[in-house]
């Protein structure tokens, strides 16, 4: 009997994934590069158990249990741990494993959840059955959602699109306490309408959009070497730029695919807006933004260069209750804050009373996934008999 | 002395102008495709008198003077004019000519009425002047404002990217009457928002979007081959499909610009969508979108297929005052028109209620610019004193 309890992160990306080449080994058509956001604010926590008092595998991922054998990729990562045991301690056939996994966030934020809690899922496995090769780790992430395998990493990391199941891994370009002062605030927006699935964009997108190849052979390599150089020199000024302007062309190209898909709204668009307002007049990035496939936006910027944004947005964005926007996460004070009379202006003409915005999580680049016991403790989601505490 | 007023019609593109190779000439980065729209619905009417009377030349424009020295493209129409004369009737110095022109639909509209401005004003100078070859009429009006060159002439009409001042002219594809059925919506958006002009977005767009020069070599040509096989076919299933393809390209094109542009709106949008889902429903393509540098919606359908079209819009976007929204220009019946029970009931959880929509322009194909009269009469814009008559 064996039972391990682990703890992964979420990630945003600053150059989209968008696309695969191998639709089966989840081989992307180009890198793509992220921020590791705390685990403080954001993270998926999972308890595996194994043991042959277990008659059967199970699952149950926020408190509703999963069909295992109905999700092929689930089924994917679990064989090959199974495989990769054989060379460590192995994984008779009388065992069976219960996994129990959540999010510590409302999957109503439309927060992509798929790649904390398969990489949480994965790194658990693993270290169940001592593989330990964060290579290895990344890989099998992978397989369960293309983007989790950046999540395995703290700080900056790097997929590297590759070409087959080994060489297609995330590697750390700067670990979070490189550059300390990267702050993410996503702002939630309030939308009740169902997004095209990623998977099912992408998709679309390989086989219709003319200009997607273009992107993935000309354009995303250069803005990866770019922003590369940019973290690597702590330019945010570049690093902001390069990161606007791929979130733009992602969503250029699902513009570009047929039909079109189209996840930024009315109220994304605001926030574009508002930020290049704020760049422009201040002379400098002070932040920048980038949209996943749904209409939040996650604004990276510098710790200094918070309250001003959350004051703006706040002004922005009121509830129609007159309370302030919630800030969840880390939070600053902006009361001695002073708005300039020119962004005073663009906001009060432009202002939404529409609680058009759920909540802010202000947070800070993290580190990669990690265990949080080896035991049944009260970290652990499941209790003795293999059944969630629940 | 010697008087002409002329009318010329408004074009609607399905292959997308965006961008220029010489900025100076006018000269685009590739060749683009529209239909002009039949003058009893939307028009521009110029007329122009000529004599040794008038001290100077002057213009007035939605009956406020402009100052023809201030704006570049206006000299530049005025004195090639000036020069093609020297052949044909001459233009003493001691001759000015006086300018009244007017549209009959509200700028507030956001329809582009410089495309039907200048063919109007470029067509009745040279009329004046008895320069009556067509190429040069275009390719003077491409100096004014480039999609001009296309209002000169009917039906579905090709502006010929070219090299030069007397390469880039627009030639007729098909004549009105060739393509009778073919019918077009102008979906007039309730929005307040300026819009970045399309002369400025396309000069960022060529300075920052990586992705338009890939479209203007590698696809715009396809898209014209393949609309104008299909405009010969009278294949309106793969008319719509090109039609709407470029479209979203184009604006796929704004996004790629940075700072992005953004002319779509969620109001663009949930029409984007009835349109697609409609489609999807009758099993071939009902209708199609096409969105210039603006908001509104141009639909292109078949005669048969607007009164759905009609009831289905009138539905989505209802008027807070509990009327209709108006229909102007060609009128159907509608109370016949069942609608779908799926498409009634996507509808009815996308409805807005908010006056969304202003009205629709309802319209077909129709003529080039032609010449209202030659004198001084009940069409005339200017009295014999050559200052307008209101």
């Known amino acids: 009997m064996k039972i391990i309890t682990a703890q992964a992160p979420v990630n945003i990306a600053v150059i989209k994934y968008w696309g695969k080449k191998d639709e089966n080994l989840i081989i992307p058509l180009n890198d793509s590069i992220s921020g590791t956001l705390s685990m403080e604010h954001l993270c998926a926590t999972t308890s595996i158990a194994f043991s042959n008092e277990f008659d059967s595998n199970r699952m149950w991922l926020n408190n509703v249990e999963v069909k295992i054998e109905d999700n092929k990729r689930l089924v994917r990562c679990i064989e090959n741990v199974r495989k990769l045991a054989e060379s460590t301690i192995g994984w008779p056939s009388d065992h069976h494993i219960r996994i129990c996994s959540k999010n510590n966030f409302p999957t109503a934020a439309g927060l992509a959840s798929s790649a904390a809690g398969y990489a949480c899922l994965c790194y658990a496995l693993c270290k169940l059955f001592e593989i330990n090769d964060p290579k290895i780790i990344s890989s099998l992430a992978r397989l369960g959602s293309g983007s989790a395998c950046r999540s395995i990493y703290g700080g900056i990391v790097r997929w590297i699109a590759g070409y087959d199941h080994q060489t297609s891994i995330a590697r750390q370009v700067i670990t979070e306490n490189e550059w300390p002062e990267i702050r993410i605030l996503v702002c939630v927006v309030n939308d009740h309408r169902k997004d095209t699935s ?193």
Not at 250 to 259: S, V
Not at 275 to 288: E, K, S, T
Request: glycine fraction near 4%; charged fraction near 20%; aromatic fraction near 10%.
């Open 198 to 390: 990623s998977t099912f964009g992408m998709q679309l997108s390989c086989q219709t959009s003319p200009l997607i190849k273009y992107r993935a052979e000309h354009v995303v390599l250069e803005h990866c070497d770019q922003i590369t150089k940019a973290i690597m020199e702590r330019n945010f000024e570049k690093f902001a730029e390069i990161t606007m302007k791929d979130s733009n062309q992602f969503h250029a190209i699902c513009q570009d695919t047929y039909p079109p898909i189209r996840y930024m709204n009315d109220i994304s668009w605001s926030i574009v807006n508002l930020i290049h307002f704020i760049n422009n007049l201040f002379g400098y990035n002070v932040a920048c933004y980038t949209f996943d496939a749904g209409p939040n936006a996650c604004i990276y910027c510098l710790d200094n260069n918070v309250p001003i944004l959350i004051k703006s947005i706040r002004r922005m964005f009121q509830k129609s209750d007159g309370t302030e926007l919630a800030i969840n996460g880390i939070t600053y004070q902006t009361d001695q804050i002073n708005i300039d009379q020119k962004l005073s202006d663009y906001i009060d003409i432009r202002k939404r009373m529409g609680d058009d915005l759920k909540y802010i999580i202000s947070t800070r680049l993290g580190s990669g996934p990690k265990i949080l016991s080896n035991q049944y403790d009260s970290n652990c989601l499941l209790s003795a008999n293999g059944l969630p505490k629940n």
